[in-house]
């Protein structure tokens, strides 16, 4: 079963965002994979210690983006297809990069500086 033992909240997004993000991010790193089964919405309140009615809009948010799906009064279950996969990697990753791109500038950083320390910290792969 899929937990959210390891979820840290922010102040910066909605907690029920934070919850659907968390998921793509355990998605992302090979931690969930299709078929596996979800809390139920009052177990995921009590593992977060969120309000039940956000772990409804959680599951409302993850169900409508594709990655978990309910069927009837079944148990949800997590449902990936590659594209679904490749989908949640993008928006992850240009999440990132918008932050990142929008942290740099604020600090009024060149982008010729930035790739360079990009380029040098990367190292090789």
Not at 75 to 99: F, H, K, N, Y
């Amino acid at each position: 079963m899929v937990s959210f033992q390891g979820l840290r909240f922010h102040d910066r997004a909605p907690v029920y965002q934070q919850v659907a993000e968390y998921l793509k991010r355990q998605i992302l790193l090979g931690a969930v994979q299709d078929g596996d089964p979800m809390p139920s919405r009052r177990e995921l309140a009590a593992q977060t210690g969120i309000n039940p009615n956000t772990a409804q809009k959680a599951y409302r948010l993850m169900t409508e983006e594709g990655y978990v799906r309910t069927e009837g009064n079944n148990v949800s279950t997590v449902c990936l297809t590659p594209q679904r996969r490749a989908w949640i990697e993008d928006q992850l990753t240009r999440g990132l990069v918008q932050q990142f791109v929008a942290d740099a500038r604020a600090n009024h950083l060149s982008y010729k500086k930035v790739i360079g320390l990009i380029s040098e910290l990367w190292g090789e792969e």
